[in-house]
């Protein structure tokens, strides 16, 4: 499966994306607004990609994102069914030196378009940290609304929502 934008290809994961996806995710920058899984080694990460069931169980998941122009692996995007709170929530996260060049707006996009019009969901969530206001910006962005304030332990901070008929109009 693979979603294409004007300068993006968003793509299932696989191990020769574990360099990248290490290197993105051992970033303290990165970290900083995930509070998630750091991996200790490119084996972690490969073991992770391995192990990642959401692409044959739901048939969708976090892609890969990769430039059209250069092939690079410049982070991940896509969507994730939540089991504790019942909802998909869409994703993305690169590395810091592709922050605030729209890559994440464009992706996220793609990614409504592939749930509402391809998976037929009814709405699509999005989360982030309070201090995150470039992600939040992102959410707002695509048309997502305040939702709200969920501090779990696995799923901190701010939700945000898009329903289909306000994507489709």
Avoid: H
Wanted: glycine share 8%; proline share 4%; hydrophobic share 35%.
């Amino acid at each position: 499966m693979k979603v294409k934008t004007e300068r993006l290809i968003l793509r299932e994961m696989v191990v020769a994306d574990a360099p990248d996806m290490f290197e993105m995710d051992a970033d303290p920058e990165v970290y900083k607004y995930t509070g998630d899984f750091v991996p200790k080694s490119v084996d972690d990460t490969i073991e992770r990609i391995s192990n990642y069931p959401d692409y044959k169980k739901y048939g969708y998941g976090r892609w890969a994102t990769e430039l059209k122009e250069t092939g690079e692996v410049i982070g991940w995007c896509g969507l994730k069914y939540l089991d504790d709170i019942d909802e998909v929530d869409l994703g993305y996260r690169w590395k810091p030196k592709y922050w605030n060049k729209g890559y994440a707006t464009e992706a996220s996009l793609a990614c409504l378009e592939f749930g509402f019009k391809e998976l037929g969901l009814e709405q699509i969530v999005a989360q982030a940290y309070k201090e995150n206001t470039a992600s939040i910006r992102v959410m707002e962005k695509i048309g997502m609304t305040y939702w709200k304030q969920l501090n779990t332990e696995e799923n901190p901070g701010l939700f945000y929502r898009i329903k289909k008929e306000d994507y489709l109009k």
